[in-house]
Nanobody
């Protein structure tokens, strides 16, 4: 059974940092596309960052230079390092995975086969 479990969310001041973790079970994360998404209260879920089975990465323009996605093969975990956080980064963050080595459709939600439950990030001004 495939499971993705996020952790690491919390409340920080603007300019602060957090590291989100996505612990994967049921498949080898390093061989699949794993993405991070976020959901604002009044908007659709949007893509933040992805890493594929070849460790290629891609980022949304709004987070480039501030967020970094990485894999820990030994722990079968994908991380999202958030730095220079802004109040507009406040959202529920989710990790998701495709049953594919490449990231089909990049941030297109329909291509993602598995989703975690999310972890809340709140940034105070």
């Amino acid at each position: 059974q495939v499971q993705l479990v996020e952790s690491g969310g919390g409340s920080v001041q603007a300019g602060g940092s957090l590291r989100l973790s996505c612990a994967v079970s049921g498949f080898t994360a390093a061989n699949k596309c794993v993405g991070w998404f976020r959901h604002f209260l009044d908007k659709e879920r949007e893509g933040v960052a992805v890493v594929d089975g070849f460790t290629n990465t891609a980022y949304a323009d709004s987070v480039k230079g501030r967020f970094t996605v990485s894999q820990d093969k030994a722990k079968n975990t994908v991380y999202l390092q958030l730095t220079d956080l802004k109040p507009e980064d406040t959202a529920m963050y989710y990790c998701a995975a495709q049953d594919n080595i490449y990231c089909r459709g990049l941030f297109h939600l329909a291509y993602y086969d598995y989703w975690g439950q999310g972890t809340q990030v709140t940034v105070a001004s």
